[in-house]
């Protein structure tokens, strides 16, 4: 594929996260495609295949009432395309969180092969409702 495909493809995963479309965010994936969280799964791997990326991204993501992706930058060299963001999540309770996140993406055959996502996972968890994902450690700053 060309870079400007490569491109559009990240773009068509931002905006199917953006639209909370699960099924339509694995779709861009090879059938062995990888989704990994590097501040959870530097060791394992990562999530392999369909099922399992729709079934992390609803662990994560199917409470919110919103999720925006603020793309601000996308870089693209032959199969590799960075994008710098920042996310905002909005909860049912009012309330929001954002989240400066990299991520790199690995192109196959028009499709994404490995997606790692590059954020700091106290930050995040800070700034979440105590309902969301209950049994995640929760830092102290005091």
């Not at 639209?19 to 990888?34: I, N, R």
């Not at 925006?68 to 996308?74: A, K, L, P, Q, R």
């Not at 032959?78 to 049912?92: A, C, T």
């Not at 800070?126 to 309902?131: G, I, L, V």
Request: glycine share 8%; hydrophobic share 40%.
């Amino acid at each position: 594929m060309s870079e400007a495909e490569n491109r559009a493809l990240a773009e068509a995963l931002f905006a199917a996260l953006e639209a909370m479309d699960w099924p339509a965010v694995a779709e861009l994936f090879t059938d062995d495609g990888v989704y990994q969280d590097m501040p959870f799964e530097t060791d394992s791997g990562g999530t392999v295949g369909h099922a399992g990326i729709i079934g992390k991204l609803e662990v994560g993501l199917s409470t919110l009432d919103r999720f925006e992706m603020g793309v601000s930058d996308i870089w693209v060299s032959g199969d590799n395309v960075v994008v710098e963001r920042v996310e905002v999540w909005y909860h049912s309770d009012g309330t929001v969180a954002s989240l400066p996140v990299l991520c790199r993406l690995q192109i196959r055959d028009g499709k994404i092969a490995h997606w790692r996502e590059y954020w700091d996972y106290n930050y995040l968890i800070a700034q979440q409702p105590d309902s969301w994902l209950p049994q995640s450690p929760r830092p102290r700053w005091d």
